[in-house]
Protein backbone atom coordinates (compact mmCIF):
# COMPACT_ATOMS: atom_id res chain seq x y z
CA UNK A 1 0.00 0.00 0.00
CA UNK A 2 1.38 3.19 -1.07
CA UNK A 3 2.28 5.95 1.59
CA UNK A 4 -0.05 8.89 1.06
CA UNK A 5 2.01 12.37 0.37
CA UNK A 6 2.85 14.96 2.47
CA UNK A 7 0.71 17.86 3.23
CA UNK A 8 3.74 20.37 2.57
CA UNK A 9 6.88 19.05 0.64
CA UNK A 10 9.41 21.51 0.06
CA UNK A 11 12.62 20.65 -2.05
CA UNK A 12 16.06 23.05 -2.25
CA UNK A 13 14.70 25.38 -0.50
CA UNK A 14 17.14 28.60 -1.82
CA UNK A 15 16.81 31.83 0.35
CA UNK A 16 19.15 34.91 -0.67
CA UNK A 17 19.37 38.75 0.76
CA UNK A 18 20.64 41.21 -1.50
CA UNK A 19 22.35 44.18 0.27
CA UNK A 20 23.83 47.09 -1.62
CA UNK A 21 27.75 45.31 -1.32
CA UNK A 22 27.03 41.81 -0.81
CA UNK A 23 24.11 38.87 -1.06
CA UNK A 24 24.07 36.14 1.31
CA UNK A 25 22.17 32.81 1.39
CA UNK A 26 20.30 32.17 4.63
CA UNK A 27 18.52 29.08 3.56
CA UNK A 28 20.84 26.95 1.40
CA UNK A 29 18.69 23.42 -0.08
CA UNK A 30 16.14 22.93 2.55
CA UNK A 31 14.54 19.84 1.63
CA UNK A 32 11.37 18.95 4.34
CA UNK A 33 8.27 17.10 3.93
CA UNK A 34 5.54 17.54 6.69
CA UNK A 35 2.67 14.35 6.82
CA UNK A 36 -1.11 14.94 7.56
CA UNK A 37 -1.37 15.42 11.25
CA UNK A 38 2.24 15.09 12.38
CA UNK A 39 4.25 18.10 13.92
CA UNK A 40 7.42 18.83 12.68
CA UNK A 41 10.17 21.02 14.10
CA UNK A 42 12.66 22.62 13.14
CA UNK A 43 15.32 23.33 15.82
CA UNK A 44 18.67 25.11 15.97
CA UNK A 45 20.43 28.83 17.10
CA UNK A 46 19.22 31.86 16.51
CA UNK A 47 20.23 32.47 13.06
CA UNK A 48 20.40 29.10 11.88
CA UNK A 49 17.62 29.97 8.81
CA UNK A 50 14.77 28.60 11.16
CA UNK A 51 12.58 31.31 10.47
CA UNK A 52 13.49 32.85 7.21
CA UNK A 53 12.79 28.97 5.99
CA UNK A 54 9.24 29.59 7.46
CA UNK A 55 8.77 32.96 5.84
CA UNK A 56 10.00 32.10 2.74
CA UNK A 57 7.20 28.92 2.71
CA UNK A 58 4.43 31.57 3.23
CA UNK A 59 6.42 34.35 0.85
CA UNK A 60 6.29 36.84 3.46
CA UNK A 61 9.60 38.19 2.57
CA UNK A 62 9.98 41.43 0.32
CA UNK A 63 10.80 40.47 -2.96
CA UNK A 64 13.01 43.55 -2.96
CA UNK A 65 15.45 42.27 -1.08
CA UNK A 66 15.19 38.64 -0.05
CA UNK A 67 15.26 36.05 -3.54
CA UNK A 68 13.63 32.62 -2.47
CA UNK A 69 13.75 29.90 -5.15
CA UNK A 70 12.91 25.51 -4.85
CA UNK A 71 12.71 22.86 -7.05
CA UNK A 72 9.40 22.88 -5.54
CA UNK A 73 7.29 23.61 -2.66
CA UNK A 74 4.06 21.78 -2.90
CA UNK A 75 1.16 21.99 -0.85
CA UNK A 76 -2.54 19.93 -1.13
CA UNK A 77 -0.85 18.86 -4.46
CA UNK A 78 -0.13 22.59 -5.39
CA UNK A 79 3.06 24.67 -6.12
CA UNK A 80 3.07 27.77 -4.16
CA UNK A 81 5.94 28.70 -6.21
CA UNK A 82 3.48 29.21 -9.35
CA UNK A 83 1.08 31.09 -6.99
CA UNK A 84 -0.03 34.64 -7.68
CA UNK A 85 0.32 37.25 -4.79
CA UNK A 86 -3.59 37.12 -4.76
CA UNK A 87 -3.78 33.39 -4.48
CA UNK A 88 -1.35 33.11 -1.44
CA UNK A 89 -3.39 35.71 0.26
CA UNK A 90 -6.04 33.32 -0.26
CA UNK A 91 -4.13 30.60 1.58
CA UNK A 92 -2.62 32.28 4.11
CA UNK A 93 -4.56 32.67 7.15
CA UNK A 94 -6.92 30.26 5.38
CA UNK A 95 -5.05 26.69 4.75
CA UNK A 96 -1.93 27.70 6.10
CA UNK A 97 -1.69 29.61 9.32
CA UNK A 98 1.20 31.13 11.09
CA UNK A 99 2.13 32.14 14.58
CA UNK A 100 4.83 35.05 15.17
CA UNK A 101 7.11 35.00 18.01
CA UNK A 102 6.13 38.01 19.99
CA UNK A 103 2.35 39.24 20.31
CA UNK A 104 2.43 42.01 21.34
CA UNK A 105 4.15 43.25 18.06
CA UNK A 106 1.97 40.72 16.21
CA UNK A 107 -1.57 42.21 17.60
CA UNK A 108 -2.59 45.77 16.33
CA UNK A 109 -2.83 47.81 19.51
CA UNK A 110 -5.56 50.08 17.92
CA UNK A 111 -8.33 47.22 17.12
CA UNK A 112 -9.71 44.67 20.08
CA UNK A 113 -8.86 41.23 19.46
CA UNK A 114 -11.77 40.20 18.47
CA UNK A 115 -12.27 42.49 15.70
CA UNK A 116 -8.84 41.10 14.50
CA UNK A 117 -9.51 37.56 14.84
CA UNK A 118 -13.28 38.35 13.35
CA UNK A 119 -11.07 40.10 10.40
CA UNK A 120 -9.92 36.83 9.34
CA UNK A 121 -12.86 35.11 9.06
CA UNK A 122 -14.70 38.07 7.02
CA UNK A 123 -11.05 37.83 4.45
CA UNK A 124 -11.37 34.15 4.47
CA UNK A 125 -15.15 32.83 4.92
CA UNK A 126 -16.98 35.33 3.70
CA UNK A 127 -19.30 35.59 7.20
CA UNK A 128 -21.17 38.73 8.24
CA UNK A 129 -19.36 41.01 10.72
CA UNK A 130 -22.25 39.45 13.48
CA UNK A 131 -21.03 36.09 12.87
CA UNK A 132 -17.72 36.64 12.40
CA UNK A 133 -17.42 38.52 16.16
CA UNK A 134 -19.55 35.21 16.82
CA UNK A 135 -16.77 33.11 15.75
CA UNK A 136 -14.32 35.12 17.59
CA UNK A 137 -15.94 34.62 20.70
CA UNK A 138 -15.69 30.98 20.09
CA UNK A 139 -12.28 30.40 19.30
CA UNK A 140 -11.16 32.41 22.67
CA UNK A 141 -13.43 29.91 24.82
CA UNK A 142 -11.38 27.10 22.63
CA UNK A 143 -8.19 28.37 23.73
CA UNK A 144 -9.32 28.69 27.25
CA UNK A 145 -9.73 32.39 27.77
CA UNK A 146 -12.78 32.95 30.38
CA UNK A 147 -15.62 34.95 29.72
CA UNK A 148 -14.53 34.72 26.38
CA UNK A 149 -17.86 36.94 25.15
CA UNK A 150 -16.75 39.82 27.41
CA UNK A 151 -12.68 39.24 25.98
CA UNK A 152 -13.41 40.28 22.15
CA UNK A 153 -13.94 43.14 23.26
CA UNK A 154 -10.67 44.59 24.94
CA UNK A 155 -7.62 45.53 23.52
CA UNK A 156 -4.22 43.77 23.54
CA UNK A 157 -3.06 45.97 26.44
CA UNK A 158 -5.01 44.73 28.28
CA UNK A 159 -4.24 41.13 28.63
CA UNK A 160 -1.11 39.21 29.89
CA UNK A 161 1.39 37.94 27.64
CA UNK A 162 -0.21 33.88 28.03
CA UNK A 163 -3.31 35.51 26.98
CA UNK A 164 -2.25 37.37 24.09
CA UNK A 165 -0.42 34.31 22.98
CA UNK A 166 -4.02 32.30 23.09
CA UNK A 167 -5.47 35.06 21.07
CA UNK A 168 -2.74 34.57 18.14
CA UNK A 169 -3.76 30.73 17.75
CA UNK A 170 -7.46 31.47 18.56
CA UNK A 171 -6.46 34.02 15.07
CA UNK A 172 -4.60 31.36 13.28
CA UNK A 173 -6.73 28.39 13.98
CA UNK A 174 -10.25 30.52 13.33
CA UNK A 175 -10.49 29.16 9.71
CA UNK A 176 -9.56 25.21 10.44
CA UNK A 177 -5.93 25.49 8.66
CA UNK A 178 -4.92 22.80 7.72
CA UNK A 179 -1.18 23.42 8.83
CA UNK A 180 0.06 25.86 11.20
CA UNK A 181 3.42 27.39 11.40
CA UNK A 182 4.54 28.21 15.03
CA UNK A 183 7.26 30.34 15.41
CA UNK A 184 9.12 30.24 18.56
CA UNK A 185 5.47 30.73 20.28
CA UNK A 186 6.09 29.71 23.68
CA UNK A 187 9.40 32.22 24.12
CA UNK A 188 8.50 35.14 25.76
CA UNK A 189 6.07 32.54 28.67
CA UNK A 190 7.29 31.62 31.94
CA UNK A 191 7.17 27.83 32.26
CA UNK A 192 4.01 27.63 33.14
CA UNK A 193 2.13 29.20 30.62
CA UNK A 194 4.55 27.15 28.15
CA UNK A 195 3.45 24.11 29.55
CA UNK A 196 -0.53 25.60 29.05
CA UNK A 197 -0.03 26.71 25.81
CA UNK A 198 2.00 23.42 24.63
CA UNK A 199 -0.84 21.56 25.82
CA UNK A 200 -3.49 23.69 23.79
CA UNK A 201 -1.59 23.12 20.74
CA UNK A 202 -1.46 19.32 21.02
CA UNK A 203 -5.67 19.41 22.00
CA UNK A 204 -6.52 22.06 19.48
CA UNK A 205 -4.36 19.26 16.54
CA UNK A 206 -6.09 16.56 17.83
CA UNK A 207 -9.57 18.39 17.36
CA UNK A 208 -8.75 19.95 13.72
CA UNK A 209 -6.41 17.35 12.52
CA UNK A 210 -4.04 19.69 11.50
CA UNK A 211 -0.28 19.38 10.52
CA UNK A 212 2.04 21.88 12.64
CA UNK A 213 5.63 23.37 11.38
CA UNK A 214 7.06 24.02 15.02
CA UNK A 215 10.44 26.14 14.83
CA UNK A 216 11.92 26.32 18.17
CA UNK A 217 15.81 26.22 19.68
CA UNK A 218 13.93 25.26 22.85
CA UNK A 219 14.99 21.00 22.77
CA UNK A 220 12.39 20.57 26.12
CA UNK A 221 9.54 22.19 24.01
CA UNK A 222 10.99 19.61 21.31
CA UNK A 223 10.70 16.48 23.37
CA UNK A 224 6.72 17.71 24.60
CA UNK A 225 5.38 18.39 21.27
CA UNK A 226 7.12 16.91 17.67
CA UNK A 227 7.16 13.69 16.07
CA UNK A 228 10.03 14.41 13.71
CA UNK A 229 12.85 16.47 13.64
CA UNK A 230 14.65 18.61 11.41
CA UNK A 231 18.06 20.06 13.03
CA UNK A 232 19.71 23.62 11.36
CA UNK A 233 22.57 24.85 11.34
CA UNK A 234 23.88 27.81 9.23
CA UNK A 235 21.04 27.78 6.42
CA UNK A 236 21.24 24.14 6.22
CA UNK A 237 19.66 20.55 7.11
CA UNK A 238 22.69 19.02 9.32
CA UNK A 239 19.91 16.19 10.95
CA UNK A 240 16.29 14.83 10.01
CA UNK A 241 15.22 11.96 12.31
CA UNK A 242 11.93 10.65 14.49
CA UNK A 243 12.22 12.73 17.35
CA UNK A 244 13.06 9.67 19.48
CA UNK A 245 16.25 9.05 17.42
CA UNK A 246 17.25 12.87 18.19
CA UNK A 247 17.78 12.30 21.74
CA UNK A 248 18.86 8.67 22.15
CA UNK A 249 20.76 8.09 19.02
CA UNK A 250 21.83 11.53 17.68
CA UNK A 251 24.69 11.38 15.37
CA UNK A 252 25.54 14.69 14.02
CA UNK A 253 28.08 16.45 16.03
CA UNK A 254 25.76 19.87 16.30
CA UNK A 255 23.03 18.30 17.82
CA UNK A 256 24.72 16.18 20.04
CA UNK A 257 25.80 19.39 21.76
CA UNK A 258 22.28 21.45 21.55
CA UNK A 259 21.16 17.97 23.96
CA UNK A 260 24.39 18.28 25.91
CA UNK A 261 23.40 21.91 26.70
CA UNK A 262 20.24 21.60 28.04
CA UNK A 263 20.24 21.97 32.02
CA UNK A 264 19.52 18.95 34.03
CA UNK A 265 18.95 18.80 37.53
CA UNK A 266 20.02 15.69 38.60
CA UNK A 267 23.54 16.93 37.00
CA UNK A 268 23.78 20.12 38.59
CA UNK A 269 22.43 20.04 42.16
CA UNK A 270 25.36 19.41 43.79
CA UNK A 271 27.02 22.36 41.27
CA UNK A 272 29.95 20.17 40.82
CA UNK A 273 29.44 19.90 36.96
CA UNK A 274 29.19 23.03 34.91
CA UNK A 275 26.40 23.52 32.30
CA UNK A 276 28.14 22.84 28.33
CA UNK A 277 27.74 25.06 26.08
CA UNK A 278 28.96 24.47 22.46
CA UNK A 279 32.21 26.80 22.04
CA UNK A 280 32.22 29.59 19.66
CA UNK A 281 29.01 30.89 18.11
CA UNK A 282 27.06 30.13 14.85
CA UNK A 283 28.88 31.89 11.67
CA UNK A 284 27.36 34.54 9.61
CA UNK A 285 25.66 33.49 6.47
CA UNK A 286 28.38 36.06 4.27
CA UNK A 287 31.13 34.63 6.27
CA UNK A 288 30.52 31.01 6.65
CA UNK A 289 33.96 28.39 6.67
CA UNK A 290 34.60 26.38 3.86
CA UNK A 291 33.86 22.33 4.14
CA UNK A 292 31.05 21.44 6.92
CA UNK A 293 29.96 25.36 8.35
CA UNK A 294 29.94 23.51 11.93
CA UNK A 295 33.68 22.67 11.68
CA UNK A 296 35.67 25.43 13.56
CA UNK A 297 33.10 24.47 16.78
CA UNK A 298 32.83 20.40 16.13
CA UNK A 299 34.99 18.64 18.39
CA UNK A 300 35.23 15.84 16.41
CA UNK A 301 36.49 17.95 13.27
CA UNK A 302 39.21 16.13 11.28
CA UNK A 303 41.27 17.48 7.60
CA UNK A 304 38.19 16.45 5.26
CA UNK A 305 35.69 18.17 7.64
CA UNK A 306 37.68 21.53 6.07
CA UNK A 307 37.76 20.42 2.79
CA UNK A 308 34.35 19.16 1.47
CA UNK A 309 31.08 19.83 2.05
CA UNK A 310 29.26 16.99 3.08
CA UNK A 311 25.51 15.52 1.81
CA UNK A 312 23.05 14.58 3.83
CA UNK A 313 23.30 10.93 4.53
CA UNK A 314 20.74 8.17 5.50
CA UNK A 315 21.90 6.05 8.41
CA UNK A 316 18.98 4.32 9.79
CA UNK A 317 15.42 4.41 8.39
CA UNK A 318 14.05 7.79 8.06
CA UNK A 319 16.91 9.34 10.15
CA UNK A 320 19.64 11.67 7.65
CA UNK A 321 22.76 13.38 9.11
CA UNK A 322 25.20 15.77 7.23
CA UNK A 323 28.51 14.41 9.16
CA UNK A 324 31.13 12.95 6.77
CA UNK A 325 32.55 11.50 10.24
CA UNK A 326 29.52 10.00 11.67
CA UNK A 327 30.27 6.31 11.06
CA UNK A 328 33.34 7.33 14.20
CA UNK A 329 31.41 9.34 16.20
CA UNK A 330 29.74 7.39 19.40
CA UNK A 331 26.20 8.37 19.27
CA UNK A 332 25.91 9.04 23.13
CA UNK A 333 22.45 7.08 24.17
CA UNK A 334 21.27 9.39 26.90
CA UNK A 335 17.94 11.08 27.04
CA UNK A 336 17.94 14.46 28.46
CA UNK A 337 15.55 14.29 31.89
Not at 18 to 36: K, M, P, Q
Not at 148 to 163: C, D, I, L, Q, T
Not at 196 to 213: F, K, V
Not at 239 to 264: H, K, N, W
Request: glycine share 6%.
Amino acid sequence: MNEAPPLLSVRNLRTHFVGEEETVCAVDGLSIDIRRGETLALVGESGSGKSVASLSIMRLLDPASGRVAADEIVFEGEDLLAKSEAEMRAIRGNEIAMIFQEPMTSLNPVYTVGEQIAEAVRLHQDASPKVALRRAAEMLDLVGIPEAAKRVHVFPHEMSGGMRQRVMIAMALCCNPKLLIADEPTTALDVTIQAQILELMRTLQQQIGMSILFITHDLGVVAEIADRVVVMYAGRAVEDAPVEAIFEQPRMPYTQGLLRSVPRVDRFADEQEPLYAIPGSIPSPSRLPKGCSFHPRCPHAAEICRRSVPELERVAQDHHVRCVRWREIEAPREVPA
